[in-house]
């Protein structure tokens, strides 16, 4: 024990310590706000405040998805306004998830439009407001913060249909953006970090100390994820079901600190039209096509509960992971069972095995499907929300397609997007894929059909009279201004965007659309400057390039165009829509080898690209560039082996130069890249009993 006499134990080191914490606190908060005060950074938030709108009033941020993809893959939520106090004798119901629950290929379509008409028919004495708060590519880790902010907006009901993209999405060991799935600390630090305006500028530096290329990535959908195969039994999968059962677990304990009951959906998939994306063998070393096949084939014999088995071990060693496994589905049983104020609706059960009038391929939901997720998601809505009231004879499917604008114009448009999707790897690989393509193409022609017959003014008529019974739709709105578009009513077309754009803040599509009818009611000048200005503030919104190109090279306005596209190009060296856009003005203004610049470097990127492939090989042949234009078909043929059109372009080639095994090998390529006539399988057939054995 010191003496009376000793000095004291020194206590200096206190002071410096708080110094050393509390400096660094001071500094990244000043720098936070100067940074937030001089416009550095964007709002991170799911809903932000919107200008020019009374205080109180919000959007869903387009913006928002930047937390987790580059900014250049331009994956938006749906564009709708709300105030956070919600209005009196309103109920108020959020709908959360991924692409499935956003409603691709179209959310005017999807579950939250049809969830809403059908309480709000079973209930029409109430006003019931269904918000969409789903996004393409997004999963758990992305939807837990929406939850939190979610919250704040009086919402009476929190209804939950995700789980597809656990693996694929971010922070997936199947992501396209991150090669691992990390500890999920980490991984919500990371999230934390890119909120706040200097995580934003720390990663800005980081980008633009990277090359152009990587800087600016174009978004290609499930294309790009093609590569990244997860089998069955990878130990990062293990880390992927913690994480999710972690994130449900933590959303349904916001919810229920909040007062606020949720409704939590198992996932529905296509296991019976849907062929593995990549087959790897289970323990026995029985491959996930042969679960398929023999799946597929034990229903045909009505043996369902086999067949269903099959068919989920073909789930299982699917090593593309783009649909919830009966393991993820398991987790949200029993979490949503453990959590207080949460009630399950077993979708994956009810629909399964899926099938092509549920769905339009693996996962998205077709009008029925959607119908058939939104009734199993009101009968139990209305069980919470209307206890006293829970027997009701739902509206039957055409009454929900009348109240949401659902016609064979609608129908034909969302073939027509998801055309785009199913035609590109990996669904090329797919054996189903002649099966797929066969039934795809005979809808869309039985549709088109219907259209000629007149269905376009009777798609007219009824989505007008769907905007009577429900005229603060903003999708009502902008979907009539789309019909009469087609029916070249332009001004009553631009009349319907004001209404859409009162009703919700404006979007680049509507911009596009707008500027489109400006240009052919003779106002090109107006046009461009919407075009421009919108190609400053939403870069990487696609549309709006092709259409300036096309407005620019009818004026002949080619100076502006050339100096527009060059910076264009520059700053987004990978956006093939920009560079297709550009040849297309440079071959307007007689600049053939200029443009070919451009096809070239699309193709650098896709090599199958339709869109350069097809012009730039009709400008080899007219060049007498014949050797060159058939390397140009091999090079796309090497990167897809299923493209229509180029093996179309190869059988005949191979014809001319009467080169029998060259023809023979492209014309079975041809067979398996969709239907095709009979007189081309008779000179198949003929030639291959011509052909020797190989």
Not at 323 to 339: F, P
Request: charged share 20%.
């Amino acid at each position: 024990m010191p003496s009376a006499s000793s000095p004291r134990p020194s206590r200096s080191w206190l002071p410096k310590l708080l110094l050393a914490v509390v400096s660094p606190l001071l500094f990244l908060g000043g720098l936070e706000l100067a940074l937030h005060i001089g416009g550095v950074g964007h709002d991170p938030h799911f809903f932000i405040p919107e200008d020019g709108q009374p205080p109180g009033t919000f959007r869903s941020n387009p913006r928002y998805t930047e937390l987790f993809f580059p900014a250049s893959f331009g994956l938006k939520p749906v564009n709708f306004r709300i105030t956070r106090e919600k209005p009196a004798g309103t109920i108020r119901i959020f709908l959360l998830g991924e692409s499935a629950a956003m409603g691709v290929p179209e959310p005017g379509f999807g579950i939250a439009p049809q969830l809403e008409a059908l309480l709000r028919d079973a209930h029409p004495d109430q006003t019931i407001e269904v918000f969409n708060l789903g996004i393409t590519a997004i999963n758990s880790h992305a939807i837990l913060p929406i939850v939190r902010q979610a919250v704040d907006f009086e919402p009476d009901l929190l209804v939950f249909y995700m789980g597809n993209n656990e693996v694929v999405g971010p922070y997936g060991p199947g992501s396209a953006i991150t090669d691992s799935s990390p500890p999920l600390a980490l991984i919500r630090a990371g999230v934390w970090a890119k909120s706040t305006r200097t995580g934003q500028l720390l990663q800005t530096i980081i980008t633009i100390a990277g090359n152009a290329a990587t800087r600016h990535r174009d978004w290609r959908g499930m294309e790009m994820f093609a590569e990244k195969t997860v089998p069955a039994g990878d130990p990062r999968l293990e880390n992927v079901y913690h994480n999710f059962e972690a994130n449900l677990h933590d959303m349904l304990a916001v919810a229920a600190d909040a007062g606020i009951p949720a409704v939590v959906s198992t996932v529905a998939v296509n296991a019976v039209d849907c062929a593995p994306f990549v087959s790897r063998p289970d323990e026995n070393g029985v491959e996930a096509e042969t679960h398929f096949r023999q799946g597929r084939e034990l229903l045909t014999r009505n043996e369902t509960v086999a067949g269903l088995q099959e068919l989920r071990l073909a789930l299982e060693f699917d090593a593309l992971r783009f649909r919830a496994d009966e393991r993820l589905n398991q987790i949200i049983a029993t979490v949503t069972a453990d959590s207080p104020g949460a009630h399950l609706v077993d979708t994956g059960a009810e629909l399964e095995p899926g099938g092509r009038t549920l769905f339009f391929e693996h996962v998205h939901l077709t009008f029925a499907g959607n119908y058939a997720v939104a009734r199993g998601l009101a009968r139990q809505s209305q069980k919470i929300l209307f206890p006293h009231r829970s027997s009701q004879a739902w509206a039957a499917p055409e009454e929900i397609a009348a109240a949401t604008g659902f016609t064979v114009a609608g129908h034909l448009s969302q073939w027509k997007s998801m055309n785009d999707l199913v035609t590109r790897p990996p669904f090329t690989g797919q054996s189903t894929y002649v099966e797929d393509r066969t039934f795809a193409l005979r809808t869309m022609t039985a549709l088109g059909e219907r259209i000629t017959r007149g269905g376009l003014a009777a798609a007219s008529g009824a989505v007008d009279a769907a905007r009577l019974a429900h005229p603060e739709s903003s999708f009502l709105a902008f979907h009539a201004a789309k019909l009469a578009t087609e029916q070249s009513q332009h001004q009553r077309a631009l009349q319907l965007l004001d209404d859409h754009d009162r009703i919700a803040p404006t979007s680049a599509e509507a911009t596009v659309l707008r500027a489109f009818l400006l240009a052919h009611l003779g106002q090109s000048a107006a046009a461009v400057d919407l075009l421009q200005e919108l190609a400053d503030t939403d870069p990487f919104y696609p549309q709006t390039y092709p259409l300036l190109a096309s407005i620019w090279a009818s004026q002949r306005a080619f100076p502006p165009a050339r100096d527009a596209f060059a910076r264009w190009v520059e700053a987004q060296p990978n956006n093939r829509g920009i560079r297709l856009a550009y040849a297309q003005v440079l071959e307007a203004a007689g600049e053939p080898d200029a443009a070919v610049a451009q096809w070239e470097a699309v193709l650098a990127i896709v090599p199958d690209d339709e869109r350069a492939l097809l012009p730039l090989i009709k400008f080899l042949l007219a060049e007498d560039r014949f050797d060159d234009a058939v390397d140009r078909m091999r090079q796309a043929h090497a990167y897809n082996p299923r493209s229509f059109a180029n093996n179309d372009r190869l059988v005949q080639v191979y014809q001319q130069k009467e080169d029998a095994t060259e023809t023979l090998r492209f014309m079975r390529d041809l067979l398996a890249s969709g239907p095709v006539s009979q007189e081309l399988r008779r000179a198949f057939n003929q030639l291959q009993s011509r052909s020797p054995s190989p």
